[in-house]
């Protein structure tokens, strides 16, 4: 595994309490405000108890790149009627097909859940105006219903789209890939990832000639989060169907951060 270190870069003069900074992670810069590493700093601080000033802090990270052996879909339908009791029986009758067409494509029901449901009335824009609403009228009714899926088959993935479309989906866009055994993954990133923070308190050490000691405490913070990717979904309704959906898991990041306080020898 290739070590990424963080460098952090602060303007000449000024200090963390007010300001932002850049890291550069693996080639890549990423403006951050100091008040979330200053929450760091103070909580690794507040777990060591009175702080000898002999010490370095250091941040550490590691990240592990896998393929990815699962994948959630967001696959939604959404109805306009003039009433709201119209526009329920059709999201229903819609939404209906829909699980009975993910079903088909091999989807257990307890891989299926619904993340939103909403009832939205419908109002003009305002005589005259090219934006706002006339909230006195209301014209009809919008009604959505939103499903997360989770495909354990990547290779069925496309499919489950494909069939979702062709039975009336038309609100998703969105598909996140993961790892099933996440969490023995993460372990191994926070291990290297203490690992890291050492080495970089010891380029800071060796700069002033001291030598990095005992771990005197340390912290991780959140780990990198599977992330949502926005595909554009055809829209089966205006008849835009495609001969199948194509998709691409490629590989996903498993990483972790610490902050850890070392004694100086």
Same mark, same amino acid.
């Given at each position: 595994?290739?070590? @990424? ?24 810069? %990423? ?9 760091? %700093? ?6 060591? !108890?009175?702080?000898?000033? $002999? ?11 896998? $393929?990815? #052996? ?15 009791? $119209? ?46 609403? #006339? ?11 939103? %499903?997360?899926?989770?495909?354990? #088959?990547?290779?069925?993935?496309? @499919?489950?789209?494909d069939n979702a479309i062709k039975a009336g989906a038309n609100l998703s866009n969105s598909v996140t890939f993961d790892v099933s055994n996440r969490k023995n993954l993460e372990s191994k990133a926070l291990a290297d990832a203490v690992k890291d923070a050492r080495h970089n308190a010891q380029i800071m050490a060796d700069a002033e000639n001291a030598k990095v000691g005992k771990l005197v405490a340390v ?19 205006? !008849? ?23 004694? %100086?020898?």
């Amino acid at each position: 595994m290739n070590r @990424e270190n963080a460098t952090a870069v602060l303007p000449p003069g000024e200090t963390l309490a007010d300001n932002s900074i850049n890291i550069g992670l693996g080639g890549k810069m %990423l403006r951050i405000t100091c008040l979330c590493l200053g929450l760091g %700093l103070m909580a690794v601080a507040a777990a060591a !108890g009175p702080m000898d000033p $002999k010490t370095v802090i250091a941040a550490g990270y590691a990240e592990i790149l896998v $393929k990815p #052996d699962i994948a959630s879909l967001k696959i939604g339908v959404g109805t306009i009627e003039r009433t709201s009791a $119209k526009a329920l029986d059709a999201n229903l009758a819609a939404m209906r097909r829909v699980l009975a067409a993910i079903k088909a494509a091999g989807v257990n029901d307890v891989d299926i859940q619904t993340s939103d449901f909403s009832v939205t009335p419908i109002h003009p824009t305002r005589q005259g105006e090219s934006y706002g609403y #006339d909230v006195s009228v209301t014209v009809g009714y919008g009604v959505s219903d939103t %499903l997360i899926v989770t495909v354990r #088959d990547l290779s069925k993935v496309g @499919e489950v789209i494909d069939n979702a479309i062709k039975a009336g989906a038309n609100l998703s866009n969105s598909v996140t890939f993961d790892v099933s055994n996440r969490k023995n993954l993460e372990s191994k990133a926070l291990a290297d990832a203490v690992k890291d923070a050492r080495h970089n308190a010891q380029i800071m050490a060796d700069a002033e000639n001291a030598k990095v000691g005992k771990l005197v405490a340390v912290s991780n913070t959140s780990p990198v989060e599977p992330q949502w990717v926005t595909h554009p979904i055809p829209n089966a309704a205006r !008849g835009e169907y495609m001969e199948s959906v194509v998709v691409v898991e490629g590989v996903i990041p498993v990483g972790m951060q610490v902050m850890a306080v070392y004694a %100086l020898e």
